[in-house]
Structure formats: structure tokens, C-alpha cells
């Protein structure tokens, strides 16, 4: 029997929006340099990012009122949707290209990013799936290739973007989703030691991305080239030290870290906030992380649980990634970090996601 919980749930408002509030302190550091050079106006980012935060807001509240169960019945024409932006994407004179990939549609300042939308799709998309049937992943044909079979999809539309970033998290969300779906162990080392040469052809089959995993092994081999991200990004990580340089002190935001408001922001954070700020984000997604595993293990069913599963997994793996990546405890992939990093796309999407999250919670067993 569902029954409805408050409203709302702090245990997992609460940390997202500290989240929000420091990324949007962050953008305007960050890239107040650049867009002072660039644009004339020091806060030309900081109010894009601001006004996405709240069209953002907006979508999570109005998703948190939408009883999740609806999402099923949404499953399949939000998958064809999303299926036909990321193929609109790749059509010539349609797709809007910027630095070598082509990722966006829409034009200038009016563009969105399909594969954000992507991510939250797979996660409705696969939770609908494993929960058609009480054997959940160990149904082969109904639960576990249908998943492999749609990451294949959606990764491979992804990949001709090419967006690598975005494919690991869609791919490790689903593999949390089959994990929470009850996938045999035999089905799981099938489907990782399937993926080993999958992933070998992904990092090496494209010069640019072979050179990263080669630079991440060892950065100093070539410092003002493949290693350059890397190496400023410690340097900023370094220079923070215990309580950080100050707000607003990075020096290395003028113009040395890559990215730095967008994929490498993380570096600046821990520059000017030290050690002791770049610990405080990680404990804030540790326990949204938690917040939200606690709502899957206590949802009142199958479809409840997989969907907070889900959009809990989707956030974790972008913020392992993202922080593991700027740390070069993994090979580089462009991947924001959520809630923190500038990007329209991604942060309304991550707050509409979390909208799912917030309503599977007012129903859960707390």
C-alpha cells in the first residue's frame, strides 16, 4: 500500500541545493577572467548559469509532484524522443559543432544538449524495463538484453558525437540498475568481460583519446601537450593546500587550467577553497548518494525502487568521474560535474532527474 510521506525531503533538497549554491560562487570565480576578455562583462557565465538553475528549479519541483508511476507509460515515447535529438544531432547543417564535436542543437545561446537529456531518459527507459518483470536483470530477454540493447543505442549515437563521458555514465548507471535489479553474478561477468574490448576500442581506436589514456599514465612525459589538462589541474589542486588560496584567489583560473568553469571546475574549487571545500562537496554528494540508495531500498515497489536507484547512480558516477578525472585517478573525459559545473543542459536535467528522486521519496518507507 503507497502511502504518501511530507512533501518534501531535506535529506536529499537540502544537500543538492548547497550543491547549486556552490557551483553557481564557482562559475562566477571561475569564469569571471574569461568572460571579462570574452564577452566584456564579468558575469556573463554566472548569469547564464543562474538562469538555468532556476528554469531547472522549476522542472524538479513540477517533476516532484508527478506521481512516478506515470514514467512508465513515458518510458518509450521519451526514449524514440530522445533517439530522434540525438539523431537530429548528427545531421549536417541541423547538429550545432564547437570544438571538434557536434553535440548541440538549437542555435548560439539557445542550444541543448541531447545527451544530458539522454541520461535521464536511460534511467527512466531501463527502470521501466527491469520492472515489467518480478525476475527483474534475471529475466534474459525481458530485463537484461533490452538494457544492453538500449545502452548500445543511446551509446552509440553518443559516441559519434563524440561524447565518451556521457556513454560511461550511461553505462554505469545501467550496470547499477541491473546490479539493483538482481543480475546474475554469471550475467555480470559476461556483460564486463563482453565490455573490456568495447571500451580498449573506444580509448584507442581514436588518435586524440589514445594520446589522454597515455598522457594519463604519465603526464610529465609531455606537459604543454596531451598532459597540459592534467598537469595545471594539479597544480590548482595542489596550490589549494588545507583552507585553499580564498574565494576569488586562484591564479590559476586566469587562463591555465582548461575548462576551468566547465569540466575542470573542481580544480578552482579546491584551489581557492582547499582541502577543507573540496572534502565539503564530496561529503554533500556522499550524502545525497546515501539519501538516495536509503529511498530505492525502502520504495514501496519495483518501479520505485530502479528509478531511485537510478537517478542516485547517474549523479555518483558523473561526480566519480568528474572529480576522479581532475584528481588523474582516471583518464580524461569531458564530463561536468553535477550541479557544479556551467552547463545549461546539464544542470536542468540533473534537477529535473532529482525532481523523479523527490517524489519516489514521498512515497517510500522512511
Given amino acids: 500500500m503507497?502511502?504518501?510521506?511530507?512533501?518534501?525531503?531535506?535529506?536529499?533538497?537540502?544537500?543538492?541545493?548547497?550543491?547549486?549554491?556552490?557551483?553557481?560562487?564557482?562559475?562566477?570565480?571561475?569564469?569571471?577572467?574569461?568572460?571579462?576578455?570574452?564577452?566584456?562583462?564579468?558575469?556573463?557565465?554566472?548569469?547564464?548559469?543562474?538562469?538555468?538553475?532556476?528554469?531547472?528549479?522549476?522542472?524538479?519541483?513540477?517533476?516532484?509532484?508527478?506521481?512516478?508511476?506515470?514514467?512508465?507509460?513515458?518510458?518509450?515515447?521519451?526514449?524514440?524522443?530522445t533517439v530522434l535529438a540525438l539523431v537530429l544531432v548528427l545531421v549536417?547543417?541541423?547538429?550545432?559543432?564547437?570544438?571538434?564535436a557536434r553535440r548541440w542543437l538549437g542555435f548560439s545561446s539557445l542550444s541543448f544538449q541531447p545527451s544530458e537529456m539522454a541520461k535521464m531518459t536511460a534511467v527512466v527507459f531501463?527502470?521501466?524495463?527491469?520492472?515489467?518483470?518480478?525476475?527483474?536483470?534475471?529475466?534474459?530477454?525481458?530485463?537484461?538484453?533490452?538494457?544492453?540493447?538500449?545502452?548500445?543505442?543511446?551509446?552509440?549515437?553518443?559516441?559519434?558525437?563524440?561524447?565518451?563521458?556521457?556513454?560511461?555514465?550511461?553505462?554505469?548507471?545501467?550496470l547499477v540498475l541491473l546490479f539493483a535489479a538482481g543480475m546474475y553474478v554469471s550475467h555480470m561477468l559476461a556483460t564486463g568481460l563482453a565490455a573490456v574490448p568495447v571500451l580498449a576500442y573506444l580509448i584507442f581506436g581514436e588518435g586524440y583519446r589514445r594520446q589522454r589514456f597515455l598522457a594519463f599514465l604519465d603526464p610529465q612525459a609531455d606537459p604543454l601537450g596531451a598532459g597540459y589538462h592534467i598537469t595545471q589541474g594539479l597544480y590548482a589542486l595542489g596550490e589549494g593546500s588545507l583552507f585553499g588560496s580564498g574565494l576569488g584567489n586562484s591564479l590559476q583560473k586566469y587562463f591555465y587550467v582548461p575548462e576551468r568553469h566547465t569540466d575542470f571546475i573542481f580544480t578552482i574549487l579546491a584551489d581557492e577553497l582547499g582541502f577543507v571545500g573540496a572534502l565539503a562537496v564530496i561529503l554533500l554528494f556522499a550524502l545525497l548518494a546515501w539519501r538516495g540508495f536509503r529511498v530505492a531500498l525502502r520504495a514501496p515497489d519495483g518501479l520505485g525502487a530502479l528509478l531511485a536507484s537510478g537517478v542516485t547512480a547517474a549523479i555518483l558516477v558523473q561526480a566519480v568521474v568528474n572529480i576522479g578525472v581532475v584528481g588523474s585517478v582516471l583518464p580524461i573525459t569531458g564530463i561536468p560535474l553535477p550541479f557544479v559545473s556551467f552547463g545549461g543542459s546539464s544542470l536542468v536535467f540533473s534537477l529535473t532527474s532529482v525532481g523523479i528522486l523527490l517524489n519516489v521519496s514521498r512515497y517510500a518507507r522512511l
Wanted: net charge positive; proline share 7%.
Fill in 2 to 81: 503507497r502511502g504518501r510521506q511530507p512533501p518534501v525531503d531535506f535529506g536529499i533538497l537540502v544537500p543538492v541545493l548547497l550543491l547549486l549554491a556552490v557551483g553557481l560562487v564557482m562559475v562566477l570565480s571561475a569564469s569571471a577572467p574569461e568572460a571579462l576578455v570574452t564577452y566584456g562583462d564579468p558575469y556573463y557565465f554566472f548569469k547564464r548559469q543562474l538562469a538555468w538553475a532556476l528554469i531547472g528549479g522549476v522542472g524538479m519541483l513540477v517533476v516532484a509532484r508527478i506521481d512516478y508511476v506515470r514514467w512508465r507509460r513515458w518510458a518509450a515515447p521519451l526514449m524514440a524522443l
Fill in 126 to 174: 531501463f527502470a521501466h524495463l527491469l520492472s515489467r518483470s518480478p525476475r527483474g536483470a534475471k529475466d534474459l530477454l525481458r530485463g537484461l538484453l533490452p538494457v544492453v540493447a538500449g545502452v548500445a543505442l543511446l551509446g552509440g549515437l553518443i559516441m559519434m558525437e563524440p561524447d565518451l563521458g556521457t556513454t560511461v555514465t550511461i553505462a554505469g548507471t545501467a
Fill in 92 to 100: 549536417p547543417g541541423v547538429g550545432v559543432e564547437s570544438h571538434g
